[in-house]
């Protein structure tokens, strides 16, 4: 019945003729990234000989007080052909079981290792003002879990935020029935065995850049979000908050984070294949990045409108 009623339609939009007031594909794929840009995201049009894939720039934990029009991507999702979002795991029960009676390895240093047998005493001794200063014991936590809790604790940058790109366009593509791709389907197993089998040395990066971003101050969140919606790119990837983020697991990880580089990139290749407008919301860092997915874009060849990322 389905596919009776989808050929039905076809039908009807072939046989029909066009009128003063109907407009023509290029119209619509047109009025589409128009409607989309007036949400304030930043965002890259790719036109290709089929038609039209939109790249939304996303960051994460967009502040309440940044003037971007989530409604103006609402309005746009509902007028695209497809929607492609981020990588999803699969987590199973056997995977959540695993970390309720292994999340010791995730949360402590190895053994009975403490956190100045990796770091240098430069780094280490950072560390010791910052606990002092927060009241914290770092000595034994991880230090994946230590980057984070500082970003999240002394700069709060995941309070009192909007709703992120991502959201929007899923809730709406759900309301109008538009067809939603994930760029992959991660394995859960694979997710945590990447995460378990690194060794604390992996995380010192993340760290770093952690204590840049809070020592840094919480100004640098409003800065993040400002520049972002001024569509000022290399900005925001130069903010120390984004820097942190993109310094730390999984995108920081040699093995996950080129994976989903690489997937983003084998997504929109696809969709450039594809008829009408493609619309698909990435990750700012994956696009912006030094050799990330506009870079990559570009030497295939795209011919790629938007803010300049570099």
Known sequence: MKKLLNSLALFALVAAPLTAQDPTPAESENAIVVTAQRSGAPMWIVETPAGTVILVGEIRAIPKTTPWEP???????RQADRVIL???PKVSPGDIFRLMFSGGKL???PGDTVAS????PDQWARLQALGTAHEEDYARKSFLLTAFGMLREELRFNRDTAREPADVVKDAAEKADIAITRAATLRGE???DNLFDAPPTAHIPCLV???DAVEAGPQIVEERAANWRRFKIPAVMNNPLEAALGQCWPWADETLGSELRTIWVDRIAEASAAKGTTLAVVPLRVLAEEGGVL??????GFDIAGPPWK
């Open 117 to 120: 047998d990796y770091l240098s």
């Open 190 to 192: 694979d997710v945590i």
């Open 86 to 88: 981020g990588a999803r």
């Open 209 to 211: 850049a952690a204590m």
């Open 71 to 77: 409604a103006r991507l609402e309005e746009a999702t």
């Open 295 to 300: 870079d990559q874009l570009s030497l295939r």
């Open 107 to 109: 949360t402590k240093l």
